[in-house]
Nanobody
Framework: QVQLVESGGGLVQPGGSLRLSCAAS????????MGWYRQAPGEQHEVVAG???????NYADSVKGRFTISRDDFKNTVYLQMNSLKPEDTAVYYC??????????????WGQGTQVTVSL
């Protein structure tokens, strides 16, 4: 059974940083586009970032220049470095996996989510 397990969420002050990690039990991790989406209470989910098997990245306009997605195919892990955090970044962040190199379309797998709260 495939599992995506997120970690690294928490409470941080505005302007602070957090690093999210997602460990995936995918046998061919290096053939999946990995990503993160977030969902705040009462709002639609927002795709935050994605990284293809070749390492190409894509970001939502709301996080460009502040968030960086990366992957370690030896550890089957994807990361989201979040800097200059704002209160509007508060949400549950979910790790996603999609087979192939497409940023769009339905996810094949997703995790249980980790809460990120940006507040004084």
């Amino acid at each position: 059974q495939v599992q995506l397990v997120e970690s690294g969420g928490g409470l941080v002050q505005p302007g602070g940083s957090l690093r999210l990690s997602c460990a995936a039990s995918l046998s061919i991790f290096n053939r999946y586009t990995m990503g993160w989406y977030r969902q705040a209470p009462g709002e639609q989910h927002e795709v935050v970032a994605g990284i293809t098997p070749a390492g190409s990245t894509n970001y939502a306009d709301s996080v460009k220049g502040r968030f960086t997605i990366s992957r370690d195919d030896f550890k089957n892990t994807v990361y989201l470095q979040m800097n200059s955090l704002k209160p509007e970044d508060t949400a549950v962040y979910y790790c996603t996996a999609r087979f192939g190199s497409n940023y769009n379309g339905p996810f094949d797998y997703w995790g249980q989510g980790t809460q990120v709260t940006v507040s004084l």
